[in-house]
């Protein structure tokens, strides 16, 4: 006998196969629509670069792919000087750079122009990033004997305000602190080198250089680093376009900084493949140190702001919150 439920299994099964097909078709489909996105658009940010051992980070981060890792396809534009960096940030040229917080004060002096969202490196207590030196033949032997001896120096900037503070710890007065202007930093070594500056204020690795030609250190901010940092900052137009591309760059950068910290010898062929420093010294100057993620603190700031107001540099200044900011750096 046949069985009497056979047909109507067959039916159901035959109805079940375009269904369950059907079923799979949408939940394919229906994947597809929910699949994860795939990777965020790439960001360009163009920095300004001048040819120092501060903008290492940068260099390591293109190399180890840190950049793109985190978002953001970076392109160097040399800069040879301050003026020409400065130039391309207020031209749009670039979006970002390493600098100082004097030039951010007077970036900001009429308006907000730039944000500083990082340190970029700082002194220590044995690394200095700026001294202040005493010609070979100078009889000079101590800050004191610098009071009322005019110092070389590019007047107005962060070297004029590293100078006066450092000369300031060392018991010096304002009026006892004299400046010769003397902007190209050759030029300045040169005429320190020949004695015709008896004192100037040089960045590091020059004021290395200078020692080694027989210049006499008086003073660095390897005593007093909390004067002694370079930050990096960003146009905020570009920061208030691009938060996300800021908070990427900067998470590279602290990759970079840990590579360099960790194993800093491991990079220093960068020294001479980016002229971050002199040839003579390639092979031998200390490599730096970085600060993790962290920015200038208010006091500092404030000093700064101090500072340029006695130069009559500004007669007002932005806030500290306006100028820096915390809020791109990884967490």
Same mark, same amino acid.
């Given at each position: 006998?046949?069985? *009497?439920?056979?047909?109507?299994?067959?039916? +159901?099964?035959?109805?079940?196969? *375009?269904?369950?097909?059907?079923?799979?078709?949408?939940?394919?489909?229906?994947?597809?629509?929910?699949?994860?996105?795939?990777?965020?658009?790439?960001?360009?940010?163009?920095?300004?670069?001048?040819?120092?051992?501060?903008?290492?980070?940068?260099?390591?981060? @293109?190399?180890?792919?840190?950049?793109? +890792?985190?978002?953001?396809?970076?392109?160097?534009?040399?800069?040879?000087?301050?003026?020409? #960096?400065?130039?391309?940030?207020?031209?749009?040229?670039?979006?970002?750079? =390493?600098?100082?917080?004097?030039?951010?004060?007077?970036?900001?002096?009429?308006?907000?122009?730039?944000?500083?969202?990082?340190?970029?490196?700082?002194?220590?207590?044995?690394?200095?990033?700026? #001294?202040?030196? +005493?010609?070979?033949?100078?009889?000079?032997?101590?800050?004191?004997?610098?009071?009322?001896?005019?110092?070389?120096?590019?007047?107005?900037?962060?070297?004029?305000?590293?100078?006066?503070?450092?000369? &300031?710890?060392?018991?010096?007065?304002?009026?006892?602190?004299?400046?010769?202007?003397?902007?190209?930093?050759?030029? #300045? /070594? @040169?005429?320190?080198?020949?004695?015709?500056?008896? +004192?100037?204020?040089?960045?590091?690795?020059?004021?290395?250089?200078?020692?080694?030609?027989?210049?006499? =250190?008086?003073?660095?901010?390897?005593?007093?680093?909390?004067?002694?940092?370079?930050?990096?900052?960003?146009?905020?137009?570009?920061?208030?376009?691009?938060?996300?591309?800021?908070?990427?760059?900067?998470?590279?950068?602290?990759?970079?900084?840990?590579?360099?910290?960790?194993? *800093? &010898?491991?990079?220093?062929?960068?020294?001479?493949?980016?002229?971050?420093?002199?040839?003579?010294?390639?092979?031998?100057? *200390? /490599?730096?140190?970085?600060?993790?993620?962290?920015?200038?603190?208010?006091?500092?700031?404030?000093?700064?702001?101090?500072?340029?107001?006695?130069?009559?540099?500004?007669?007002?200044?932005?806030?500290?919150?306006?100028?820096?900011?915390?809020?791109?750096?990884? #967490?």
């Amino acid at each position: 006998m046949k069985d *009497p439920i056979a047909p109507v299994f067959v039916f +159901a099964k035959k109805l079940a196969l *375009p269904i369950l097909c059907g079923i799979m078709a949408g939940s394919l489909l229906l994947g597809a629509c929910t699949a994860p996105a795939g990777p965020a658009q790439t960001t360009e940010i163009k920095i300004a670069v001048l040819p120092i051992i501060d903008a290492m980070p940068f260099y390591v981060a @293109a190399k180890q792919g840190y950049f793109t +890792a985190n978002g953001v396809a970076v392109t160097f534009i040399p800069a040879a000087s301050a003026a020409e #960096r400065d130039q391309l940030i207020a031209a749009g040229q670039a979006d970002g750079m =390493i600098n100082d917080l004097v030039s951010v004060i007077l970036y900001n002096k009429q308006a907000i122009q730039v944000q500083t969202v990082r340190f970029a490196r700082t002194a220590s207590s044995d690394t200095a990033m700026y #001294r202040v030196l +005493a010609a070979k033949d100078s009889g000079l032997n101590t800050p004191a004997d610098l009071a009322g001896v005019p110092i070389g120096m590019s007047q107005g900037t962060v070297i004029d305000y590293i100078t006066t503070r450092l000369l &300031e710890k060392e018991g010096l007065s304002a009026e006892q602190i004299q400046s010769i202007a003397v902007p190209k930093l050759n030029e #300045r /070594m @040169a005429l320190l080198g020949a004695g015709e500056l008896k +004192a100037a204020t040089l960045p590091e690795p020059f004021g290395t250089i200078a020692q080694q030609n027989g210049a006499v =250190i008086l003073v660095d901010d390897s005593k007093y680093p909390e004067f002694g940092y370079s930050v990096i900052s960003f146009r905020k137009a570009f920061i208030d376009q691009n938060p996300q591309a800021v908070k990427g760059f900067l998470k590279a950068f602290e990759q970079a900084a840990n590579d360099i910290n960790q194993k *800093p &010898e491991e990079w220093r062929a960068l020294l001479g493949e980016n002229k971050l420093v002199p040839e003579a010294l390639q092979a031998t100057y *200390p /490599m730096p140190s970085f600060q993790s993620a962290s920015v200038p603190s208010e006091a500092q700031f404030n000093d700064v702001v101090a500072w340029a107001k006695m130069r009559k540099l500004i007669e007002t200044s932005s806030g500290y919150a306006e100028s820096v900011t915390t809020k791109y750096l990884p #967490r």
